[in-house]
């Protein structure tokens, strides 16, 4: 799967941004679509996820009720919708796509196999 991500920038604190991530695939039946971030001096972590085939998501505890995570299924698109942005959520989000394996699987970093380019999201405090 060819993963394409937009959509970072510079935000103040509070503020809002969305992450966008099109997949080249011809079908996405299977996957698990994933955002994970990277903070300078830390390590990937897992963010947020949404299950291709029905379509459920999850979350890291630190972004349940600020982050969405939603799809155009016709678009073959993903977005992470940040809302209520915190000076750490600063870091390089990735878009990933791994084939689904079932829900104990769903927040492993290790398991995600196809990776877009990273966009740098700040957030100024």
């Known amino acids: 799967v060819q993963l394409q991500a937009s959509g970072g920038g510079l935000v103040q604190a509070g503020g809002s941004l969305r992450l966008s991530c099109a997949a080249s695939e011809r079908t996405l039946g299977g996957y698990v679509m994933g955002w994970l971030r990277q903070a300078p001096g830390r390590e990937r972590e897992f963010v947020a996820a949404?299950?291709?085939?029905?379509?459920?998501?999850f979350y890291a505890d630190f972004v349940k009720g600020r982050f969405t995570v939603s799809r155009d299924i016709a678009k073959k698109t993903v977005y992470l919708t940040m809302n209520s942005l915190k000076s750490e959520d600063t870091a390089v989000y990735y878009c990933?796509?791994?084939?689904?394996?079932?829900?104990?699987?769903?927040?492993?970093?290790?398991?995600?196999?196809?990776w877009g380019q990273g966009t740098q999201v700040t957030v100024s405090s």
């Open positions: 949404l299950r291709w085939s029905g379509g459920s998501t």
């Open positions: 990933a796509a791994k084939p689904d394996r079932g829900l104990p699987t769903i927040r492993d970093t290790n398991r995600f196999n196809s």
